[in-house]
C-alpha cells in the first residue's frame, strides 16, 4: 500500500468510526426515550 | 488527488467500505414507500401508541426493509453486476465486499426485530421478521431466479409494512390491514412489469426470467392489464367492506380510473423498442404516486370517521 493509498484508508476508516459513534449515541437517547415512554405508558394504564 | 481503484465484484476487495455505501445497500429510495405505507398502517389502526414508539415502529420497519435490500444485493451480486441499472451498487462496482455486506444485513435484521418487539410487541416483530425472510429467501433466492411469476408472489414481501404498522398499535392483525396488503400485493405485478418492459435487456443480460423476458411483450402487456383489474378491486374494497368512508373512495375510484387508463395505453401499445416506451414509464411513475395517494387517502379518511 502507497502512503496516499494508506491516508486514504485511514480517512476512510475515521469517518466509519465517527458515524458509528454517532449512532451509537443516538441509540442511548433512543432507548432512553422509548424506556421513559413505557414507563408513562404503564402508568397510564 | 489520488483516486483509489477498486477490483471487480468478483475478486477480492480489502479496502474498507464507505460508511455511505451500507446507507446506499439499504436502497433508500425504494425505502420511502415502505416507510410510507408502515406509517399509514399505523396511523390508521384504531388505538393511540406513544410517539416515540409510533417513532420506533416505523423506524424498525425501514430498518428491516434496509436489512431485506443489503442481503438482496449481498445475494445477486454477480446478476447485479450485469445489468446497467444495478451495476454501480457497492458490491457489483467493487466497492464493499460481500461478506461485510452479509454481516450488515443479518445484523440489521436482528436489530429491527428486537427493537420493534421491545418498543412495541412482539406480534408485530414476528410480522417484521416473516417479511425479511419472505423478501430474502422466498423472493430472492428461490422465485426470483426460477419463475416469471415471481414478483407476484415475491410481491407480498413489499406489502407487509402497512400490517406491521398496524399491528405496532394494536397486537393484532384485522380486516383493513389485510386489504391494505392484498392492495400492494396485487399492485406490485403492474408496478414492477411496466418497469421491466422498457429494462428488458437488462434482465434479458442477466438472466432473470422476468415475464418480458420469458413470455414477450403482448403477453406482459395483457398481464398488466389483467392484474390492473384485480387491483382495481383490491383498492375497491376497504369502501366496499364499509372499512373506510367516502374520502378514501371517492379517493380511490378516481386514482384507480386514471392507473386502468395508463394501463391500457400499455396494453394497447405494441413498441418493442424499450427507449420508445413512454406509456410504460408513465404508468410506472404514477403507480408510486398513485400508493402514496391511496395511502394518504386511507388515512385521511380514518381520522375524519374518528
Not at chain 2, 65 to 82: F, P, S, T, V
Not at chain 2, 98 to 110: C, D, E, I, K, T
Not at chain 2, 135 to 140: E, H, K
Not at chain 2, 204 to 225: D, F, K
Amino acid at each position: 500500500m502507497t502512503p496516499d493509498e494508506e491516508k486514504l484508508v485511514r480517512a476512510r476508516q475515521k469517518s466509519r468510526a465517527i458515524v458509528t459513534a454517532v449512532l451509537l449515541a443516538a441509540l442511548v437517547v433512543l432507548f432512553y426515550a422509548i424506556t421513559i415512554a413505557k414507563i408513562s405508558s404503564s402508568h397510564a394504564i | 488527488m489520488t483516486t483509489l481503484t477498486f477490483a471487480h465484484a468478483h475478486s477480492q476487495v480489502h479496502w474498507p467500505a464507505h460508511w455511505r455505501d451500507f446507507v446506499a445497500l439499504t436502497k433508500p429510495r425504494v425505502m420511502t414507500l415502505v416507510v410510507f405505507t408502515g406509517l399509514c398502517g399505523l396511523l390508521a389502526a384504531p388505538g393511540a401508541i406513544h410517539p416515540v414508539l409510533a417513532f420506533t415502529a416505523i423506524l424498525s420497519i425501514a430498518l428491516g426493509a434496509g436489512a431485506a435490500a443489503a442481503l438482496n444485493q449481498w445475494y445477486e451480486a454477480d446478476i447485479d453486476a450485469r445489468m446497467k441499472r444495478t451495476a454501480n451498487r457497492p458490491l457489483p462496482a467493487g466497492r464493499m465486499d460481500r461478506q461485510s455486506a452479509l454481516h450488515f444485513g443479518v445484523g440489521l435484521s436482528f436489530f429491527s426485530v428486537l427493537l420493534l418487539g421491545m418498543a412495541t410487541n412482539w406480534f408485530a416483530a414476528a410480522v417484521l421478521a416473516v417479511s425479511i425472510l419472505f423478501y430474502v429467501l422466498v423472493y430472492t433466492i428461490w422465485l426470483k431466479p426460477r419463475t416469471p411469476q415471481n414478483i407476484v408472489i415475491g410481491g407480498a414481501a413489499g406489502a407487509f409494512p402497512p400490517v406491521i404498522g398496524w399491528a405496532a398499535v394494536t397486537g393484532d392483525v384485522s380486516a383493513l390491514p389485510v386489504a391494505l396488503f392484498m392492495l400492494i400485493f396485487f399492485w406490485t405485478p403492474p408496478h414492477f412489469w411496466a418497469l421491466a418492459l422498457f429494462v428488458r435487456p437488462d434482465y434479458a443480460a442477466a438472466g432473470i426470467p422476468m415475464l418480458p423476458v420469458v413470455s414477450g411483450e403482448v403477453a406482459t402487456r395483457r398481464q398488466i392489464w389483467l392484474y390492473t383489474a384485480i387491483m382495481a378491486v383490491a383498492a375497491l374494497a376497504p369502501v366496499l367492506l364499509n372499512l373506510t368512508g367516502l374520502v378514501y373512495g371517492t379517493v380511490a375510484l378516481i386514482g384507480t380510473a386514471v392507473f386502468a387508463v395508463l394501463a391500457f395505453q400499455v396494453y394497447r401499445n405494441h413498441e418493442l423498442d424499450p427507449a420508445r416506451m413512454r406509456p410504460e414509464r408513465r404508468l410506472f411513475k404514477y403507480s408510486i404516486l398513485y400508493l402514496f395517494i391511496l395511502f394518504g387517502a386511507i388515512v385521511a379518511d380514518r381520522w375524519m370517521l374518528a
